[in-house]
Nanobody, 120 residues
Framework: QVSLVESGGGLVQAGESLILSCAAS????????MGWYRQPPGKQRELVAT???????NYADSVKGRFTISRDNAKNTVLLQMSSLKPEDTAVYFC??????????????WGQGTQVTVSS
């Protein structure tokens, strides 16, 4: 199994910055994609950003130019640097990874979520 633990959520004012961190642990053979999704209040979960094992990032249009995703392959961690935050960025943010375990099972894994609230 693979576990994801997020940290860094909180309450900020519009225009401020926040960094989310996620660490993967467990019976990991390899990690492919890592990323972040979010679920705003009353809405469905949506993509925020993903990053490949080669370090290529992919962003939702709504966060391009404001958010930066990065990863440390040696530590199995992924960061989401969020700047110029807007009230519409308020959501529960979930860390995601597609990983292969030491038993050669490849699956999608999710963190428990961390709340980000942006006040106007």
């Amino acid at each position: 199994q693979v576990s994801l633990v997020e940290s860094g959520g909180g309450l900020v004012q519009a225009g401020e910055s926040l960094i989310l961190s996620c660490a993967a642990s467990g019976s990991i053979f390899s990690i492919n994609t890592m990323g972040w999704y979010r679920q705003p209040p009353g809405k469905q979960r949506e993509l925020v950003a993903t990053i490949s094992s080669a370090g290529i990032g992919n962003y939702a249009d709504s966060v391009k130019g404001r958010f930066t995703i990065s990863r440390d392959n040696a530590k199995n961690t992924v960061l989401l640097q969020m700047s110029s935050l807007k009230p519409e960025d308020t959501a529960v943010y979930f860390c995601y990874t597609r990983a292969t375990t030491k038993f050669f099972y490849t699956g999608d894994y999710w963190g428990q979520g961390t709340q980000v609230t942006v006040s106007s």
